[in-house]
């Protein structure tokens, strides 16, 4: 009899595993839906804060907005304000005990905040960089890759970490939105290193222009602050994004869009 009971268990545990990154998606469909209609219908806007380590709404933070004012986060990792009357772009700072202290800043296009979510990093060493990959809800996968010269390829389907534990993939997203998250530690100073990502949900259409479309930008924590940010040019064809390089301890911007099969 137990052995009866065992297989529809196994089963529904399998099917609950399946949906579950379905169900984050929709979950942050939903949040986003309702954050465009309290807009719209309230006159009031909000800002969300996501781990980059766990994909987990960050609370307790403290926001300050140019202008505007000071708010925390709440459980939902959001913060609520009345919608600015001014398109512009806003300035604002991210603090909380264990995370990197950080300025970011959104845009207001008509009345609207054209990117809402925000995905910050707890602290990491001196010496270590963190790599962050956030999009849109399409397409569903999109993978950040990290190769250094000569040695190794991250990314979710390479190495999920190199042999010496230097780097490694700290976090995968398949079903949209992000993050993706790569860290590394004690970068080598004379080592060369890519980063990329790749659209695999059209990584059979070089000419898609899904990935261009996508919103996608990486964010670059290192020296205790925000790094670098790079956003995605759009209307451009290919399904990889060449996002940078480091050259013995250089960023070096690269931004391009590439046909690849």
């Not at 054209?114 to 602290?123: A, D, Q």
């Not at 999920?160 to 490694?168: F, K, L, M, P, T």
């Not at 399904?239 to 940078?244: A, S």
């Amino acid at each position: 009899m137990k052995k009866q009971i065992m297989i529809p268990v196994l089963l529904i545990i399998s099917f609950l595993l399946a949906i579950t990154p379905l169900s984050a998606q929709i979950d942050k469909m939903k949040d986003l839906m309702e954050d465009e209609m309290t807009a719209e219908e309230e006159g009031i806007s909000t800002l969300r804060f996501i781990d980059a380590l766990n994909g987990q709404p960050v609370d307790d933070a403290t926001i300050l907005i140019d202008k505007i004012g000071a708010f925390t986060s709440d459980g939902l990792g959001r913060i609520r304000f009345e919608s600015p009357t001014e398109d512009a772009v806003y300035a604002f700072k991210f603090s909380k005990n264990g995370y990197i202290t950080a300025n970011y800043s959104f845009e207001v296009i008509v009345g609207t905040i054209f990117y809402n979510r925000f995905t910050v990093s707890p602290i990491i060493d001196v010496g270590s960089i963190r790599i962050v990959l956030e999009w849109d809800h399409r397409p569903d996968d999109l993978d950040l890759h990290l190769q250094k010269t000569g040695s190794y390829h991250i990314s979710y389907r390479d190495l999920v970490a190199s042999n010496d534990g230097v780097a490694r993939l700290d976090r995968d997203a398949m079903k949209g939105y992000g993050p993706e998250t790569i860290t590394i530690n004690n970068v080598d100073d004379n080592a060369e290193y890519l980063c990329f990502v790749h659209d695999f949900s059209n990584k059979n259409d070089p000419k898609s222009k899904v990935l261009s479309k996508a919103k996608a930008r990486i964010l670059v924590y290192g020296e205790g602050q925000l790094l670098h940010v790079y956003e995605i040019n759009e209307v451009q064809k290919g399904n990889t994004w060449n996002v940078f390089r480091i050259a013995k301890g250089w960023f070096v911007t690269e931004n391009e869009v590439k046909k690849v099969r």
